[in-house]
């Protein structure tokens, strides 16, 4: 029997006020946003012993407003195709649940996106105006994920978009405009990250499964099937932290890098948790572990490498 918006909203511990608004933001997804940044900056503090204060606040402003408004496009076109309904659960909610126009989601989503142009426009000038072509190309992206007539989210490459750009892209920038340049290194660096950010949206397609399958979406969990979905959720994982120790082990990190192994925990408890669950609101623990994965691997890292430079 389905539950009704009030069951939901209790179930899902969702409050009234600024809780709304704050929910709109889908905050355990923004750690997509804010480690890339984060990462990218630190590796460039240890290969170049440079710090920019500035840029590095104004990058992580701008990233964070570019993954909210994303998740607010997100919320606004997934509500006028029909997908998100009063018992969707993994969504803010603020449009089926609490009850704000769809128009004002979609515009405050512009807003964001206008106050990130300003941003980077700081960031380009004090740098370069690629960051500027690069930047756009990203906002493009991050609309078109559920806008447009062809989204993103309804095809199997949603991971994979999301991986390169808010991975290999944020930390790309993140790290040239503190130093100027891009290494290879820093690519190599992106790529666990990458990984970690693309299993967020694994795991929001493996609790989504049944609904988007409705729906017509073709994404990788409806491919394979939540058991192989939840089986490659895990081998990613295991790929990513074998990658770290490889690039410790090559140098390409210090070996304070090491110190992101200790967010293996967090990983298990994911797959942990997705394992013999079929209702989205059973998987909403094993989703939130998800982004706590990545954080706390992408911290940890941060931190590791801040020691080595310290040191």
């Not at 179930?11 to 709304?20: K, M, S």
């Not at 017509?216 to 074998?242: E, Q, W």
Request: hydrophobic share 55%; glycine share 8%.
């Amino acid at each position: 029997m389905k539950q009704n918006s009030v069951d939901i909203k209790n179930a899902l511990n969702e409050r009234d006020g600024f809780q709304v608004w704050w929910r709109l933001l889908r905050p355990h997804t923004l750690t997509a946003s804010f480690i890339p940044v984060f990462v990218g900056t630190m590796y460039a503090i240890v290969t170049e012993h440079i710090f920019h204060v500035g840029l590095f606040l104004a990058m992580m402003i701008a990233a964070i407003l570019i993954q909210a408004a994303t998740n607010m496009f997100n919320e606004y076109y997934d509500y006028v195709r029909g997908l998100d309904n009063e018992q969707s659960v993994g969504i803010g909610g603020t449009i089926v649940r609490d009850g704000v126009k769809p128009k004002t989601v979609l515009n405050l989503a512009i807003i964001f996106f206008f106050i990130a142009i300003i941003i980077g426009l700081y960031i380009s000038i004090t740098t370069t105006w690629w960051i500027a072509v690069i930047g756009a190309a990203s906002m493009l992206i991050g609309y078109l994920y559920t806008g447009g007539p062809f989204p993103i989210a309804y095809t199997p490459f949603g991971e994979v978009a999301a991986g390169f750009l808010m991975g290999t892209v944020m930390i790309g920038i993140s790290f040239y405009i503190q130093t100027m340049y891009i290494s290879k290194e820093v690519i190599f660096v992106s790529i666990p990250i990458a990984i970690f950010i693309g299993t967020i949206l694994l795991a929001n397609n493996i609790r989504d499964l049944d609904n988007d399958r409705e729906n017509g979406r073709k994404t990788i969990a409806i491919l394979i099937g939540r058991k192989h979905a939840i089986i490659f959720l895990a081998c990613l994982f295991f790929i990513a932290y074998g990658l770290t120790i490889v690039f410790v082990v090559k140098r390409v990190l210090p070996i304070f890098a090491l110190l992101s192994l200790l967010s293996i925990a967090k990983a298990v408890q994911v797959i942990v948790r997705f394992r013999g669950k079929t209702e989205p609101i059973e998987m909403m623990p094993a989703m939130v572990a998800t982004g706590q994965t990545n954080t706390f691997y992408g911290i940890l890292l941060g931190i590791g490498l801040l020691i080595s430079e310290l040191m």
